[in-house]
Nanobody, 125 residues
């Protein structure tokens, strides 16, 4: 089974940058739909980046132009580069994967099979 472990979270000032990593136990390639989600206390889990099986990416307007999802297939690692961070970006961040060859219809948590434990990102006000 695929196992995901996030790292790279921390505290940063508004306008700063962080890079999150998601190490996987199995082979994660372009044939997997992978994504990053975040959840703040009292808020719904929100998708912030998606890399689909066809190589296309999806970002919500809230992070578009600031966040970039990528993966290193040789290292079985997924990344989320976050720039120009804002206080509203403060949340627990989770990586997720759907399944081999399964195309993702969107950033909907219910369609993802595999989840990491999360890493905290805090952006100072």
């Amino acid at each position: 089974q695929v196992q995901l472990v996030e790292s790279g979270g921390g505290s940063v000032q508004s306008g700063g940058s962080l890079s999150l990593s998601c190490a996987t136990s199995g082979y994660i390639s372009r044939r997997y739909c992978v994504a990053w989600f975040r959840q703040a206390p009292g808020k719904e889990r929100e998708g912030v980046a998606l890399l689909n099986t066809d190589g296309t990416t999806v970002y919500p307007d809230s992070v578009k132009g600031r966040f970039t999802i990528s993966q290193d297939n040789a290292k079985n690692t997924l990344y989320l580069q976050m720039n120009s961070l804002k206080p509203e970006d403060t949340a627990m961040y989770y990586c997720a994967a759907r399944g081999p060859t399964q195309y993702c219809s969107g950033l909907t948590p219910s369609i993802f099979l595999y989840w990491g434990q999360g890493t905290q990102v805090t952006v100072s006000s």
